[in-house]
């Protein structure tokens, strides 16, 4: 689990602490509140949880700036809501409702956010990697100094179409970061039985693009290691690959009863390593903030998932004739 650093951590105000702590906690209460829903059978089909994974997204955020996009896999509300986007109309997303940001037609695998720039949620492994790099390709046409952020998992790194795209990346000097999510499991494979090669980012390698490993259990570490990969990109020295080595607790989907690994390796994980929990003993230690004052922040944060829940209950349905909106531009 240990990472290979080569960037050194950042000083961080008491601010900057208390946001990361409140946005990777928002995260986690808002995954919990929708695996809640789902078992309640209010979002069907697919839902694939961030719990454990929140400082990779919160971490990359903190380096990003105005314009600057996004585009991921399906495992992809933790990176709507540290966007920006309203958690009230993700989760009517998700539960298939009007108010929703596809008005209930894309569900948990699919939606999107031209105000956030969040390209999407993609549901075929592997297929957001070269849209990512045409949104790059778009920025430095334009000239317009933005860096795009995309997201893949080290399943999806053994999936052809990246290396195609880390080839024309390359060639093009395209200001895009690969940001590799490596959960260690992809589905229901370890990473050290599905991919040859110990480390995923030294792929680049061969298309002459830099990169590192980070600890995506620790947001200092991702974002210092971020703003690296962001200057990088910005400067106009092409692509970088960031992979950030985490961990999710629940299984690959709601449906997955995740008998691959052991509790007694997640049990662990959730004790020693838990990204959030080290930031609340940061802002303790460092006298930032007292017990009481973070237990108010989790009621809040609490009361704005619930305040989400709400609204996507009470949000109708799409009505039928909107099945048919939406699925062709006019030419």
């Not at 037609?105 to 592997?126: D, L, Q, R």
């Not at 009481?292 to 609204?311: H, R, S, T």
């Amino acid at each position: 689990m240990a990472a290979r650093r080569t960037t050194k951590k950042p000083n961080v105000s008491k601010e900057e602490l208390l946001s990361y702590y409140r946005d990777m906690l928002l995260i986690r209460r808002f995954e919990e509140k929708a695996g809640q829903l789902y078992g309640m059978g209010l979002i069907g089909g697919f839902c694939h949880l961030y719990i454990g994974q929140e400082a990779v997204v919160v971490g990359l955020e903190a380096a990003a700036e105005e314009g600057d996009k996004r585009v991921t896999s399906y495992r992809d509300h933790g990176h709507m809501l540290a966007c920006g986007m309203d958690p009230k109309g993700v989760m009517a997303e998700l539960t298939g409702r009007e108010g929703g940001y596809s008005k209930g037609k894309g569900g948990s695998m699919h939606m999107f956010s031209k105000e956030k720039h969040f390209y999407g949620g993609h549901g075929i492994v592997g297929a957001q990697v070269p849209i990512g790099a045409g949104l790059a390709f778009a920025d430095k046409y334009l000239e317009n100094g933005r860096v795009t952020f995309t997201y893949f998992g080290d399943g999806a790194a053994n999936q052809g179409q990246v290396y195609e795209t880390f080839n024309m990346a390359a060639l093009w000097d395209l200001p895009v970061i690969f940001v590799v999510e490596n959960n260690q499991y992809a589905m229901g494979t370890s990473q050290q039985r599905s991919t040859s090669s110990q480390e995923i980012y030294e792929r680049g390698l061969a298309f002459g693009i830099p990169g590192e490993a980070v600890d995506g259990m620790d947001v200092l570490a991702v974002k210092a290691a971020s703003e690296k990969a962001v200057a990088h990109c910005r400067s106009g020295k092409g692509p970088y690959i960031l992979e950030v080595k985490t961990y999710r607790y629940r299984g690959h989907s709601m449906s997955d009863p995740a008998k691959y690994r052991t509790r007694e390796e997640v049990q662990k994980m959730r004790e020693e390593r838990d990204a959030i929990e080290a930031v609340r003993q940061l802002l303790l230690t460092g006298k930032h903030a007292t017990e009481d004052e973070l237990k108010a922040i989790d009621k809040e944060i609490k009361d704005v998932v619930n305040e989400a829940a709400d609204f996507s209950k009470e949000s109708p349905e799409p009505a039928l004739e909107e099945l048919w909106t939406d699925i062709y531009a006019d030419a």
